[in-house]
C-alpha cells in the first residue's frame, strides 16, 4: 500500500499544479476568465477521454505499463508545457498530458483489491486516495513558490524531472501484482443485506455513476476557479489562494480513509448520498461567507465532500462491477467526471465573465442538489422494488 499511495503521489503531481498556475498563466497570456476556462479543461477533457481506452487496456494487458505511462507518461508533457512560449501549444501539451494519465486509476483499484482482505477495501482505498490528495496538497505550495521566483514555466520543469525518475522506479518495484488480481475470483457485495439480481444491479451501477460523476463534474468546475475567486473576487494574493487550495486539499488525510471505512460499515451508496446532498450547499456558500475563516471552513467541507465521495465511488464500482470488466468501468467513471468537469468549466468561466462569480457558484450548487435529490429517489426506489419481489 505505501507503494501505490507514492504512485498516486506521483501521478497527480503534476497535473495538479495547472490551477494554482492559472493567476500566473493568466497574466501572462493576458486572458479573460472563458480562455483560462479552457487551460483547465483542455487537460480535463483529454484526461477523462484517456480513461476510455486505458479501462479497456487495462483489463487485457498488465496494469502497471498504463500506470507507468500515467507517471512517467505525463512528466515528459509537463516538460514540453515548461518549454512552451505560445497559448496554443499550452493547449496542445496539456492535451497530450492529460492522454497519458488516463492510464493510472483504470489500473489502480483492481490490484489494490488484490493486495487486500474483501473487508478493508474501502478502507485501503481510501488510504490510497490520501496520495493523490496530498498532491494536491503540496503541489500549490511548491509550484507557487517556484513560479514566484522562477516563472511558472519552471514550475512545471522543476517538479517534471524527478516525477519521470519515480515513475520507472514504480514500475520494477510493483512486479508481477497484476496476476494475482487476475486470479482472484470477485463476487459483488450485497449493500445493506438486499438481494441483487444481475439487471438490478446493473440499473444501480448506471444510476450510482450517474449521480457521483456528475456531483464530481461540477466540483471540479469549482475548484478549478478557487484560485481565480480568492484573487479577483477576495482581492487576496496568489501566494494566499494556494495556501487556500492546500487548506481544500488537507482534508484528504481524513475525508479519504474515514470514506472508505464508512463505505465498509455502511455501504458506498448511503456515503456517497451523504456527501452528495452536502454539495449543493457548500459551493452556494464559497462566495457567501467572508474570506479567512469563513472560507477555509467552507474548503474545508469542500474538501471532505471530494475525498469521502471518491473513495466511496471507488469502493462500490470495485465490489459490483465483473472483475473481467473492472477497469473498463472504471474507465467510464473518470471519463465521465473529468468529462464533465471539462464541458463545465468553460461555462462556469463564461457564466462568472457575464453574471459574476456569485451568481455562477450558486447555480452549480442548486444543480448539484437537484441531481442528487433525482438519483436517490431512482435509488429508493429500486431498493423498494427488490424488497416487494424479493428478488
Avoid at 483492481?110 to 493486495?115: F, G, V
Avoid at 509550484?143 to 516525477?163: L, N
Wanted: net charge positive; with cysteine.
Amino acid at each position: 500500500m505505501p507503494l501505490f499511495v507514492m504512485g498516486h503521489f506521483s501521478h497527480h503531481i503534476l497535473t495538479s499544479i495547472t490551477t494554482p498556475l492559472l493567476p500566473f498563466i493568466k497574466n501572462s497570456f493576458g486572458l479573460d476568465y472563458t480562455q483560462s476556462g479552457l487551460v483547465v479543461s483542455a487537460f480535463l477533457l483529454a484526461y477523462g477521454f484517456g480513461h476510455l481506452p486505458a479501462g479497456w487496456l487495462a483489463d487485457r494487458l498488465e496494469p502497471r505499463k498504463l500506470m507507468t505511462i500515467g507517471i512517467s507518461g505525463v512528466a515528459l508533457a509537463g516538460m514540453m508545457i515548461g518549454l512552451t512560449q505560445s497559448y496554443f501549444l499550452l493547449l496542445v501539451f496539456l492535451v497530450l498530458m492529460g492522454l497519458l494519465a488516463g492510464g493510472y486509476h483504470p489500473s489502480a483499484p483492481p490490484l489494490i483489491n488484490a493486495s487486500v482482505p474483501p473487508e478493508h477495501l474501502g478502507r485501503s482505498l481510501g488510504f490510497h486516495n490520501i496520495g493523490g490528495g496530498a498532491s494536491h496538497l503540496v503541489a500549490p505550495l511548491v509550484a507557487v513558490a517556484i513560479a514566484g521566483v522562477w516563472g511558472w514555466r519552471s514550475a512545471y520543469i522543476a517538479v517534471a524531472v524527478p516525477t519521470f525518475l519515480f515513475g520507472l522506479i514504480f514500475y520494477y518495484r510493483l512486479g508481477r501484482l497484476n496476476e494475482r488480481e487476475k486470479e482472484k475470483p470477485g463476487v459483488p457485495r450485497k449493500e445493506g443485506g438486499d438481494p441483487l439480481n444481475p439487471q438490478e444491479r446493473m440499473r444501480r451501477l448506471v444510476i450510482f455513476l450517474i449521480l457521483t460523476t456528475l456531483t464530481g463534474a461540477i466540483i471540479n468546475a469549482v475548484v478549478s476557479f478557487i484560485p481565480l475567486l480568492i484573487v479577483d473576487h477576495f482581492g487576496q494574493s496568489a501566494k494566499s489562494a494556494a495556501v487556500y487550495l492546500a487548506i481544500l486539499y488537507s482534508a484528504v488525510f481524513w475525508a479519504s480513509p474515514l470514506g472508505g471505512y464508512l463505505s465498509d460499515r455502511l455501504g458506498s451508496i448511503r456515503v456517497v448520498l451523504a456527501v452528495c446532498f452536502f454539495a449543493g450547499p457548500v459551493i452556494f456558500l464559497l462566495t457567501i461567507l467572508p474570506g479567512g475563516w469563513g472560507l477555509s471552513v467552507i474548503l474545508l467541507l469542500l474538501g471532505t465532500i471530494i475525498f469521502g465521495r471518491m473513495s466511496a465511488s471507488e469502493t462500490y464500482i470495485v465490489s459490483f462491477a465483473p472483475p473481467e470488466k473492472r477497469s473498463t468501468i472504471l474507465g467510464i467513471y473518470f471519463f465521465s467526471g473529468m468529462e464533465g468537469g471539462g464541458i463545465l468549466t468553460p461555462i462556469l468561466g463564461y457564466m462568472i465573465d457575464h453574471l459574476g462569480f456569485s451568481a455562477a457558484f450558486a447555480l452549480m450548487g442548486a444543480t448539484a442538489s437537484l441531481f442528487t435529490m433525482i438519483c436517490a429517489f431512482w435509488l429508493r426506489e429500486g431498493r423498494q422494488k427488490v424488497k416487494m419481489t424479493g428478488s
